[in-house]
């Protein structure tokens, strides 16, 4: 008996290590990603405004998403009874987040616009423990927040000087990206009491999330903006492809993925990548500079994040 149930392990084991390698390098992947968006952003905000760059975002980045979802066989005509609900999630979880971080992305540096979206984790408790009294702010949450937030004031570029540096108005950049966050957050909050009980897979919720976010975004959208686009090429890329296909459809695409095998506990460290990488895209690429204490307020933030992550897998 005993050799015959411990024989099959090494073959599991065997089998189960290429996989797990495999999801943990796609972690990584989706990070870059989430991280390079910011560069991407930028790139597109300059030729396009922000509403319209939200918008083009939301549709290229649903084609993959629905994609997906139609090879599933994920969505049905009976959907449409939850179209309330999934107006209140795009509204929340696309349209907010989206035009929020372009906005701030216009205001800021790239790198330190992504290091700021990093507080997602950290706003999210605080946000939960106010609108769900069952989530109550436990100390470690409490110390997340406070230590990551320090790092926020640390990393924005608020001090003499910094308008000039940053071709815009910090405080608006700053304000805009935290925003964004807790639009995320209330995105959070919302599914829990709304639309957790549904039982509607994520697939078909970022289908529908997407589908609505692109109609309600296209009445101030504005769009007229593609001769300029065809000028500048690269704008144009790093709208369709790296902000669009790669950075919003294709990486929800692998964080799905990634929720089956490792569960979303494990998954949720992939918020300490973007940070990091923003800062070094935008001072590889960009040409942006990394100060002494914005990289101190890095370190800080994901400080926070690791608190936020800790106290949730407790």
């Known amino acids: ?139 470690v949450k409490a110390l997340g927040l406070g230590i990551g937030f320090a790092g926020v004031l640390l990393v924005a570029p608020l001090g003499r000087g910094a308008a000039s540096a940053s071709a815009g108005s910090p405080l608006i950049g700053v304000a805009a990206m935290l925003a964004g966050s807790v639009s995320y957050a209330l995105a959070l909050v919302y599914a829990r009491r709304f639309m957790v009980s549904l039982g509607l897979g994520p697939v078909k919720l970022a289908t529908y999330q997407m589908l609505f976010a692109a109609v309600l975004l296209a009445p101030f959208a504005a769009p007229g903006h593609w001769s300029e686009l065809a000028v500048h090429r690269e704008a144009l890329l790093a709208l369709v492809f790296g902000l669009g296909l790669a950075g919003t459809g294709i990486a929800f695409v692998i964080y799905y993925q990634l929720i089956q095998i490792l569960g979303a506990l494990k998954v949720a460290s992939v918020y300490y990548i973007p940070p990091v990488v923003a800062l070094v895209v935008g001072w590889v690429f960009a040409g942006e500079t990394i100060t002494l204490v914005q990289a101190i307020g890095a370190t800080l933030v994901m400080a926070g994040i690791f608190y936020a992550i800790r106290d949730r897998a407790g």
């Open 1 to 139: 008996m005993s050799v015959g149930s411990t024989s099959p392990r090494p073959d599991r084991h065997a089998n189960a290590s290429p996989k797990l390698w495999l999801a943990w390098s796609l972690l990584g992947l989706l990070g870059f990603i989430w991280g390079t968006n910011f560069l991407f952003m930028k790139m597109a905000v300059a030729v396009v405004p922000p509403l319209e760059v939200a918008w083009m975002r939301t549709i290229f980045g649903a084609l993959p998403i629905a994609a997906l979802a139609l090879v599933r066989g994920s969505l049905a005509r009976t959907d449409w009874r939850f179209a309330h609900h999934f107006a209140a999630m795009a509204l929340l979880a696309n349209v907010g987040p989206y035009v929020f971080f372009v906005i701030g992305t216009a205001h800021l540096p790239s790198g330190v616009a992504g290091v700021i979206s990093g507080a997602i984790p950290f706003v999210t408790a605080a946000t939960v423990a106010v609108a769900l009294p069952a989530e109550r702010l436990t100390r």
